[in-house]
């Protein structure tokens, strides 16, 4: 099992910025073996996309919409993985969700984050 605490939301104004930090804990074997992290985001009335994932060999994928804004990094001996958020748009108001990818994947709880124009 694996066990994902976000931290890092808030309410910003357009063309500030935010840093997200995920934190995974559990076993040695569950956190050792996972492949992936990474962050999900859903809108209301729309459905979850991905923003960002990176791999444990530090291997990274961007959304279109966040590439050039977003930065996503990892810390492995933390176990934790950031999102670094510039040039915030309203259109990046969202729920973030952190996930990890083993052989399932799991969710963090979600942090909203708020973009006033």
């Known amino acids: 099992q694996v066990q994902l605490a976000e931290s890092g939301g808030g309410l910003v104004q357009a063309g500030g910025s935010l840093r997200l930090s995920c934190a995974a804990s559990?076993?040695?074997?569950?956190?050792?073996?996972?492949?992936?992290m990474g962050w999900y985001r859903q809108a209301p009335g729309k459905q979850r996309e991905l923003v960002a994932t990176?791999?444990?060999?530090?291997?990274?994928n961007y959304a279109d919409s966040v590439k050039g804004r977003f930065a996503i990094s990892r810390d492995n001996a933390k176990n934790t993985v950031f999102l670094q958020m510039n040039s915030l748009e309203p259109e990046d108001t969202a729920t973030y969700y952190c996930y990890a990818l083993r052989s399932t994947t799991y969710w963090g709880q979600g942090t909203q984050v708020t973009v006033s124009s």
């Open positions: 559990g076993t040695i074997f569950s956190i050792i073996s996972i492949r992936v």
């Open positions: 990176i791999s444990n060999s530090g291997s990274t």
